[in-house]
T-cell receptor, first 111, second 115 residues
Framework: EDQVTQSPEALRLQEGESSSLNCSYT??????LFWYRQDPGKGPEFLFT???AGEEKEKERLKATLTKKESFLHITAPKPEDSATYLC????????????FGRGTSLIVHP | GAGVSQSPSNKVTEKGKDVELRCDPI?????LYWYRQRLGQGLEFLIY????????KSGLPSDRFSAERTGESVSTLTIQRTQQEDSAVYLC?????????????FGEGSRLTVL
């Protein structure tokens, strides 16, 4: 069964304390992996798309990387405004156009 | 606006009533998705449209749920005879199309509360 697992479920950081969120997947043939940010009461906001192992994308304090089994979202020197739930989603090969979402990591950054 | 628009943003209804939730996708986006998100939970896939057809309805939880899309634009999700377990945020997303993998853009959601 295809699975997308995010860890940790929740993460508390002090402002400036860098860390990484993990998204591991077991799908047959990855076609793309997305990262989203979701603030309370809002819809998910698109961050990055990664298509192949070795690919990296950066945006401000966030950097997403991809291997054949997992993706990391690295947060460098986070600020309180980075507090949100971070979701990853994968598209697999085989004609399905339905992305499978992980359950997310809830990040809280304390000032 | 340029984003995905959903209405109503909040809906409170009584058990047994029918509700309709509307989604206006980004102009030109041929793919449209409905997801359900219960409090503190992940995104649960409901249905996917490519154009006006729905090749995948596998996520609809029961025959009380139905959805349609007209004119490759607006979509309506209808829940008949609502139950308390239907309480959730219903999220709509659109993307450029299914011929290649592109990111989904989400609306702000419709929060449904069934009393």
């Amino acid at each position: 069964e295809d699975q997308v697992t995010q860890s940790p479920e929740a993460l508390r950081l002090q402002e400036g304390e860098s860390s990484s969120l993990n998204c591991s997947y077991t799908v047959s043939g990855l076609r793309g992996l997305f990262w989203y940010r979701q603030d309370p009461g809002k819809g998910p906001e698109f961050l990055f798309t990664l298509y192949s192992a070795g690919e990296e994308k950066e945006k401000e304090r966030l950097k997403a990387t991809l291997t054949k089994k997992e993706s990391f979202l690295h947060i460098t020197a986070p600020k309180p405004e980075d507090s949100a739930t971070y979701l990853c989603a994968v598209f697999k090969s085989g004609g399905s156009y339905i992305p499978t979402f992980g359950r997310g990591t809830s990040l809280i950054v304390h000032p | 606006g340029a984003g995905v628009s959903q209405s109503p943003s909040n809906k409170v209804t009584e058990k047994g009533k029918d509700v309709e939730l509307r989604c206006d996708p980004i102009s030109g986006h041929t793919a449209l998705y409905w997801y359900r998100q219960r409090l503190g939970q992940g995104l649960e896939f409901l249905i996917y449209f490519q154009g006006n057809s729905a090749p995948d309805k596998s996520g609809l939880p029961s025959d009380r749920f139905s959805a349609e899309r007209t004119g490759e634009s607006v979509s309506t999700l209808t829940i008949q005879r609502t139950q308390q377990e239907d309480s959730a945020v219903y999220l709509c997303a659109s993307s450029l199309g299914a011929s290649y993998i592109r990111e989904l853009f989400f609306g702000e959601g419709s929060r449904l509360t069934v009393l």
